[in-house]
C-alpha cells in the first residue's frame, strides 16, 4: 500500500505531510472525569481532500470533532489550520474555531423546513440591507449564484421542505461555506451526514461531496456507513478507544481491513438471516385496510419468532404503521388484531400494556431520558417492577442495570453514568435493552442501527434474533437495505403508503432490494411528471 500506514501509535504522526496540511491537530488528549475519551490522538488533514474519521461507538470520533468546534476543552493538544496555530486550552472557543475557518455540518442540518433556502442563508449570516429594510434582490442573486456552483437544481426562494433529503443536506452545506474564500481555506466537517438517507440519496450527496474536494475543499467526514466512506474518502483516521489505530494516506484499504484496525481484531461477518426462520409460524399481530397520515391500505400479517423488514422510500409509511401500532397515531380506518383479539389503542400506554414495545428512529428525542443516569433509563421499562411501597430500590436498579450492561455489551463507565455522556451506539443498545427486558411480544424498530458502529451492529443483530429465537415477533423499519437483507425473515416494500412487493429472505440480494425499492422510486416520479 502506498503512503499507507496501518496500525500502532506511530502512526499517529504523519510527520512528512505537516507542511501541506489544511488541519493538523497534533497529541490531542481530554478526560471526562475518569473516562479517557481521547488519548494522544494525532492527525493530518490534507488540502483539497475528503478525510474521513472512523472508529467504533465511544472511540472518540465526536469528542475530536466537538473540540475541533471549541465545544469541548483539550486537555493537551496542539492545533493548526492552514498553518495557523490554535491554543486548544485557552480560550478556544466556538466563535474562535469559526473564525479559524472550521465549519460543522452535522446529522441534525439545523434548517428551518418551512422557511425558503434564502432565508435560511440569511438566518445564518444576516440579511443584506438596503437602508432601513432588507435587500431581497441581492440575497437573491447570492444564493441563488451558490445554488448554481453546488450544482443544486433549486431557486433561492424554494422552500427547504420541497427539497428532496440529499438537496437538503447540500444545502445545509452550501449555507455553512457561504463565506468561502478564493483560496478554500475553510475545513467543512461532516458528522454522519448521510446516516438518514437512503442509499441512492446518499450516492448523489457523496458524488457531490467528491465533486467539492475536487475542486479544492477540504473536507472531514464521520460515518459508520464503511462502503460509502470507501467511495468518496482519500485519507482516513483509524480510532480505537481514544486513540489512533491506524492513519491511511492516499489509498484504498478493504472493508475487512478497516474493520479489522476499528476493532482490533477480525469481526464476524454481519450475515444474512439465509432463509425463512423456521420458528413457530402462528400468527400473532395482524393489520387489515390500515389508512391514517400516508397510509393508503396496509394489509399485514407477523408471526411470533419472525422478523419482518418494512423498507421503502423516505415518506413512503414506514415509520407511520410503527407509530399507528404503537398508539401513538390514530388510525383513521382499519382494524388491528393482536393474539386473536381486536386491537386499539387509545395511547402509547395501551400499546405497552398489550406487550408491545418501539424503539424509535430519535432514540435520543423520543425514547431516553438525557440528563438521567444509564441505571435510571433501563429502570424507566420497568417502572412497576422495580418500585415497592413506593421506594425505588436503588441496590436493585443498579444490580439490574449491571447485569444489562454487561449482557448488552454497552460500553459505558458504569451504570451511574449519565446517558448524554455515552457514544450514540451505546445509547441505542440501552434504549433496546430497557424494551428487551419487558419481554415483548412484539417489538417495533425504527431504524435499529442508524449511528451504530459495524462492530456494535453485529451484536444488535443478535440481540434481535435472540429475541425472535424466543418467540418475540420483530417489525422493522430500514433504510438500510443491508441491513433489511442481514436480519429480515420477510420484507415487506412500501411504496407511496401501500405495500407493493413482499421478498422473503434469500430470494433477492441487497441489490436486488435496492432496485426493487428505486423502481417504485421511478414509478412514482413518472406519475408525478405525468400529473404536472
Ligand atoms: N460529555 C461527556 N461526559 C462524559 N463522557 C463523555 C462525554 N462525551 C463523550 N464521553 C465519552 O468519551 C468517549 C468517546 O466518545 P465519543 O462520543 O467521542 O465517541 P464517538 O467515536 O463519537 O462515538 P459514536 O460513533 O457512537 O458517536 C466515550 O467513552 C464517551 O462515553
Known amino acids: 500500500m502506498t503512503n499507507a500506514v496501518i496500525g500502532g501509535a506511530s502512526a499517529a504522526s504523519p510527520g512528512d505531510l505537516e507542511t501541506a496540511a489544511a488541519l493538523r491537530l497534533a497529541h490531542l488528549s481530554k478526560d471526562f472525569s475518569g473516562t479517557r475519551a481521547l488519548d494522544d490522538v494525532s ?3 490534507r488540502p483539497g481532500t ?3 474519521l472512523l472508529g467504533g461507538n465511544g472511540s472518540g470520533k465526536s469528542t475530536t470533532i466537538k473540540i475541533l468546534a471549541g465545544v469541548y476543552s483539550a486537555d493537551a493538544g496542539e492545533l493548526e489550520i492552514f498553518g495557523q496555530p490554535f491554543d486548544l486550552q485557552h480560550g478556544y472557543t466556538p466563535t474562535t474555531a469559526q473564525a479559524a475557518g472550521t465549519r460543522f455540518v452535522h446529522q ?3 434548517l428551518f423546513e418551512d422557511l425558503s433556502i434564502e432565508e435560511n442563508f440569511a438566518l445564518d449570516n444576516g440579511y443584506p440591507r438596503r437602508g432601513p429594510g432588507i435587500d431581497w434582490r441581492t440575497l437573491r442573486r447570492r444564493v441563488n449564484a451558490l445554488l448554481g456552483e453546488y450544482e443544486l437544481d433549486a431557486r433561492a426562494e424554494t422552500p427547504v421542505r420541497e427539497l428532496r433529503p440529499s438537496d437538503r443536506t447540500m444545502v445545509a452545506i452550501a449555507r455553512a461555506l457561504q463565506d468561502q474564500d478564493e483560496d478554500n481555506r475553510r475545513v467543512l466537517v461532516l458528522d454522519e ?3 438518514r438517507l437512503a442509499a441512492h440519496e446518499s450516492e448523489v450527496l457523496l458524488q457531490r461531496v467528491r465533486r467539492r474536494a475536487e475542486l479544492g475543499q477540504t473536507v472531514v467526514i464521520v460515518s459508520h456507513r464503511l462502503r460509502e466512506v470507501l467511495a468518496v474518502a482519500d485519507d482516513f483516521t483509524i480510532y480505537r478507544d481514544g486513540r489512533v489505530a491506524g492513519t491511511i494516506v492516499d489509498d484504498s484499504p478493504t472493508e475487512d481491513e478497516l474493520i479489522q484496525t476499528m476493532a482490533g481484531r477480525a469481526v464476524k461477518a454481519l450475515r444474512p438471516t439465509g432463509e425463512a426462520s423456521s420458528g413457530d409460524r402462528a400468527p400473532v399481530f395482524s393489520v387489515s385496510g390500515l389508512r391514517g397520515g400516508p397510509l393508503r391500505g396496509i394489509d399485514f400479517t407477523v408471526h411470533r419468532g419472525e422478523i419482518l423488514g418494512l423498507a421503502g422510500l423516505v415518506g413512503s409509511g414506514r415509520s407511520s404503521i410503527l407509530k399507528v401500532i404503537f398508539g401513538e397515531h390514530a388510525a383513521e380506518a382499519g382494524s388491528m388484531d393482536f393474539d386473536g383479539t381486536p386491537y386499539r389503542p387509545k395511547n402509547i400506554g395501551d400499546a405497552m400494556a398489550a406487550g408491545i414495545g418501539l424503539v424509535p428512529e430519535d432514540r435520543a428525542g423520543e425514547a431516553a431520558f438525557l440528563e438521567r443516569t444509564v441505571s435510571e433509563n433501563l429502570a424507566i421499562g420497568t417502572l412497576t417492577d422495580n418500585w415497592t411501597h413506593g421506594f ?7 444490580r439490574r442495570a449491571t447485569d444489562l450492561i454487561r449482557s448488552f455489551g454497552v460500553k459505558v463507565a458504569g451504570p451511574d453514568a449519565l446517558f448524554s455522556a455515552m457514544s450514540g451506539g451505546n445509547q441505542q443498545k440501552v434504549v433496546i435493552a430497557r424494551w428487551m427486558q419487558r419481554k415483548p411480544t412484539l417489538l417495533l424498530l425504527d431504524e435499529p442501527t442508524q449511528g451504530v458502529d459495524v462492530m456494535s ?4 443483530y443478535d440481540i434481535i434474533r435472540r429475541a425472535a429465537a424466543d418467540g418475540c415477533a420483530v417489525v422493522v423499519a430500514s433504510s438500510d437495505l443491508a441491513e ?3 436480519l429480515c425473515d420477510r420484507t415487506l416494500v412500501l ?4 405495500i407493493s412487493d413482499e421478498v422473503l429472505a434469500g430470494e433477492l440480494d441487497v441489490d436486488g432490494l435496492t432496485s426493487l425499492v428505486l423502481r417504485e422510486k421511478k414509478m412514482n416520479d413518472a406519475s408525478t411528471e405525468t400529473r404536472s
Do not use: Y
Not at 425505588?392 to 443498579?398: I, L
Not at 451492529?457 to 444488535?460: E, K, T
Not at 411504496?495 to 401501500?498: A, L, P, V
Open 43 to 45: 492527525l493530518v488533514v
Open 50 to 52: 475528503v478525510h474521513a
Open 108 to 110: 441534525d442540518l439545523g
Open 193 to 195: 451526514p448521510t446516516a
Open 392 to 398: 425505588m430500590p436503588r441496590g436493585r436498579e443498579r
Open 457 to 460: 451492529r453485529a451484536d444488535i
Open 484 to 486: 433489511i437483507h442481514a
Open 495 to 498: 411504496s407511496r403508503g401501500e
